[in-house]
C-alpha cells in the first residue's frame, strides 16, 4: 500500500528550482533512502511534505489523501513525523520534557498525562537515552541529540517517519548504533523515509534510493541498481 | 481536552504562597490608609508583570503591548463605571482586553524577535494616539473623570486580581498548556512539527495575559480618578513589566513576582523623596542584571543553591 506519494512537486525560490516537478512514492513498511549532492533540494522536499514549507506547485498524498496545504501540527497528527538536520531540540528542556511533549502533542486523540509520561520513558529506553532523561537536551554530545530527534519524532507516533541525516557526524560506533536504530524503527511497523550522505548506511538499510540532485530525480532504485547507475556515478557518487 | 491539567505540584511554595497573601489580605486592618494605596499600585506592578510572564515568559516573544491592555482597561472603567456596578466594570475591563489581544495576537504572533517587539509597541502607540485624537477632534475635551472608589476597596479588588493572575500563572505553568508554550519559546519549528498548533496556544496565551492586565487598569482607574490617553497608555506600563521581569527572572514564577515587588516598592520610597536618582538607580541596576545575570535574580539563588558560581557546563 502506498503511505506516501508525490506529484510533480515543485518548489520555487524566487527563480531557482529547488524541488522541481519530483514524482515518487513510498510502500508502508518501505524504508526509502533519499540521497544526493549538497543543494540538490532533499531537505526542501521533506520541508514540502512536513508542511514547513508551502508548495508551489504539485500534490503531496499521505495514505491516499491530499495534505498540501495543510499545517505542519496537522499533518504530524495524520502520523508524519520528521526530525531535523540541524537537531532542532528543546533545548533548555530535560531529555524526558522534550519526549513527552510530542507525547502529549502529537497525536489526534488526546492521552492523559500518565500515559504520555509513560510513552515518553518507553522511547527514551528505545534510543537508549533513558539514563540521562533528567539532562538538559543542550548538555548532550551530538549522537545524543541525534538520538533524541529520533525519540522526539516517535514520541508523536508516526506511520511514517523522516529523518534527515541522524547519521551525520557520528563515529563508527555510533553509526552503527545509529543504523541499528533505524532498522528497529522499521521493525516496529514504521515506514521510513530518510536522507543521509553516509552510504555504507544507506545501501545496507535501505530498500529503494530515490536521488535528487539540482531539485530534479535523476535516479530511482535498489541500492545495488543506484550504486552501478551511470548518472548517480558521475553526479554524486564518483568514480 | 483536558489542556489545563497538572502535571505536578509543590506543597511547600503553594503553603508560603498561601501565607503571604493572608497576610497582604489583612494588612489594611492595621496599618495606615497611605501605605494601603502605595502597596496597591505595587500589586498593580505585580500583576501586569506576572501577567506579562504568563505569556511572554516561556515563549520568548517580547511583548511591548503591556500599555495598551492596560489603558483599555482604564478607559472601560472610565466610560462604564457610572453605569455599572465595579465587579461588572472590572470583568468588562479585563474581557476587552483579552479580546483585543486575540485580535492582535492573530495578526502580529506570526512575526518573530524584533518585528514582533516593535508592533506590540506600535499598537500601544497606536491606541493611545488615536485616542488622544479622537478627544481633541472629536470631543473637545481630552480626558475624562472616573467615579472615585474608596482606597481600600481599590486594594482589595487590586489583591484579588493578583491572586487569580498568579494562580492562572501557575496552573498554566504546571500545565501541558504550559508544556506547548514553553516549547514554542524553545524550538518553535520543531513545536509545530510535533503537533502543537502554535498560533492557537500562543494567542490564547497572550488574550489571558491580556486579561489581568485590563482588570488592573479598570480597577486602577477609579483611584486616579482622572484619567486621560496620556495616563492611560503610558509606555512605562509596558517597559516596566519587561524589565522587572527581567530583573526578577522569568524562570521561575515567583521572579516576576519578586522583581516587580522590589522595584514597584523602590519607586514608591525613591520616587517620592530623590525623583532623579530613582531612574538612574533603576538603569544602573539594569544593566548590571542584563549583563552579568542573564536568569535575573532568581537564577542567581538557583545557582548558588546548586553550589556556588562555576560554570556547569563547558560548551554552553
Known sequence: MRILEGEKVTKHFGGLAAVNNVDFAIDQGEVVGLIGPNGAGKTTLFNLISGSLPTTAGEIRYKGKKITGLKPHQICKKGVARTFQSAKLFAGMTVFENALAASLFGTKRAISVPDAEREAKELLEFVELSTVGAMLAKDLPIAHRKRLEVARALATKPDLLMSDEVMAGLNPAELAHAMELITKTRNKGITVFMIEHVMKAIMNICDRIIVLHHGNKIAEGTPEEIATSRTVVEVYLGE | ?316
Not at chain 2, 218 to 241: E, G
Not at chain 2, 286 to 293: E, Q, R, S
Open chain 2, 1 to 316: 481536552m483536558d489542556l489545563f491539567r497538572i502535571i505536578s505540584k509543590k506543597p511547600i511554595f503553594f503553603g508560603l504562597s498561601f501565607l503571604i497573601i493572608i497576610l497582604l489580605a489583612t494588612l489594611p486592618l492595621y496599618i495606615p490608609p497611605y501605605p494601603v494605596i502605595s502597596l496597591t499600585s505595587i500589586i498593580m506592578y505585580i500583576v501586569i508583570t506576572v501577567s506579562w510572564a504568563i505569556f511572554s515568559g516561556p515563549t520568548r516573544y517580547i511583548s511591548l503591548a503591556s500599555a495598551a491592555f492596560f489603558g483599555v482597561g482604564v478607559y472601560i472603567s472610565a466610560v462604564l463605571g457610572q453605569a455599572l456596578l465595579l465587579p461588572i466594570v472590572i470583568v468588562i475591563g479585563g474581557l476587552v482586553s483579552f479580546i483585543l489581544a486575540l485580535c492582535i495576537g492573530l495578526l502580529t504572533l506570526r512575526l518573530r524577535g524584533m518585528y514582533f517587539i516593535i508592533f506590540t509597541f506600535g499598537i500601544s502607540e497606536l491606541i493611545r494616539n488615536f485616542l488622544l485624537w479622537w478627544e481633541t477632534k472629536m470631543m473637545g475635551t481630552v480626558g475624562r473623570w472616573v467615579v472615585a472608589v474608596d482606597h481600600v476597596v481599590v486594594y482589595y479588588v487590586m489583591l484579588a486580581i493578583f491572586v487569580f493572575a498568579l494562580l492562572t500563572a501557575y496552573l498554566v505553568k504546571r500545565s501541558r498548556f504550559g508544556l506547548a508554550l514553553q516549547s514554542i519559546g524553545e524550538q518553535e519549528e520543531a513545536a509545530t512539527h510535533i503537533g502543537i498548533n502554535a498560533t492557537v496556544v500562543k494567542t490564547i496565551a497572550f488574550a489571558m495575559s491580556a486579561f489581568f492586565m485590563g482588570a488592573a487598569g479598570a480597577i486602577m482607574a477609579t483611584r486616579w480618578t482622572y484619567i486621560d490617553p496620556k495616563i492611560a497608555f503610558n509606555p512605562l506600563f509596558s517597559f516596566m513589566p519587561v524589565l522587572m521581569a527581567i530583573f526578577g527572572g522569568t524562570g521561575q514564577l515567583y521572579g516576576p513576582v519578586f522583581g516587580a515587588a522590589l522595584f514597584a516598592y523602590f519607586e514608591e520610597i525613591l520616587i517620592t523623596k530623590f525623583p532623579y536618582y530613582y531612574m538612574l538607580l533603576f538603569g544602573s541596576i539594569m544593566i548590571v542584571v542584563i549583563l552579568f545575570l542573564p536568569h535575573g535574580m532568581v537564577g542567581l539563588v538557583q545557582k548558588w543553591r546548586k553550589g556556588g558560581m562555576r560554570r556547569q557546563n563547558a560548551n554552553p
